[in-house]
């Protein structure tokens, strides 16, 4: 192999540039930095590109998922069906309401939500399915519908690597009760920190709204402008969680850019797909075979470990020492030890993918020399490592 790189490559980057730099300096110029015009414009910017009535931005993605499972008003023991292949947010804002998280399997070639486990997954307790777009490829979502329509339950897309992605030519976030992005600083999209929840519900965005801001029927911007007065009710106890103009003005420059940074991501990815295509160990991520857009928010490979002989954590170890990074999406939420403990369960699909996952840095301002330095370390590390046949 060539000489090692002298800089690490991450896995990921933030796509940073001089329009989001200028944005953030006039916001913060602005007399006004916290939820305001900006919030709003971006809202709508956002309601308008994913192609739904309500969009409402939120301090994270766990906080849409906190307050989209709130407005659903789960009782104790009530069931919500999520796969175990994902982050913890959804999991532990089901438990902390009370409910029961009901994991399901994945399939291996998709890693999405495995359909028929849901079916089976159903029961009278059943309230929501919260299917991951995992890595930004939808799920399959007309038989998902299908399975909520029949059971009178709710479908609660986690959506946040999805920005960007599409469904049978529609875009996710127009399609479910209710979807969920995350605009933290790796995702397709960032603000920092931040979230949204879609929906075409109006009672849904009414109480979501009302809840991000302590159940208070008052609107601070208004009252700083001298509309309106300075009484305010609370209606219900809610929280505080409302997103800032600083992040709307990131926002809104990262929303006119994000078809734009998808395709970079889409470009690398492929040349992912070809560069790695026969290599042995290595097992590369398979397209869904109905219409999609793939937003690319996560390149996964699986590390076949008995094909090798190297786990996948001593493979991440062996890129690392020759300056490259990877991520882990994810360890499987029910072999956690909370989650063992109290939600056992064997899911063979998400456990034999949990160990041997990794993702391979995928960001829009890396080069493709890039994607062809990391290809080559891992040759170089199945050469090195790998078992002789
Ligand atoms: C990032 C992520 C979240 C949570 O988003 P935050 O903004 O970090 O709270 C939820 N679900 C999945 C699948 C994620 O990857």
Redesign the pocket.
Known sequence: MRNNRKTFLPFSKPCIGKDEIKAITECLSSGWITAGPGTARFESAFAKYVGTTFALSLT??????DLGLTSLNLKPGDEVITPSL??L??PNMIVLKRAKPVFVDVNVNTRNIDIEQVEKAISPRTKAIIP?H?AGQPCDLDPLLNICKKHGIALIE?A??AAGCEYKKRKIGSIGDLA?F???P??NLTTA???MVTTRNEQLAARIKLLRWHGVNKDPWKRNKGIGTARYDTIEPGWKYNFTDLQASLGLVQLNKLNKMNEQRRRLAMHYQKLLSDTEGIALPKEVTYPHKHSW?LYTVLVETEKIGITRDDFMEHLKARNVGTGL??LAVHKQSFYQKNFPVKLPNTEYISERIMSLPLFPDMTEHDVVYVVEAIKDVIKEYGRRN
């Open positions: 994270s993605g766990t906080a849409a998922l994902t982050w947010s959804g991951v995992f986690d946040a690597h969920i995350s605009f933290h790796i995702k920190e931040g979230g928010h999406h994810f």
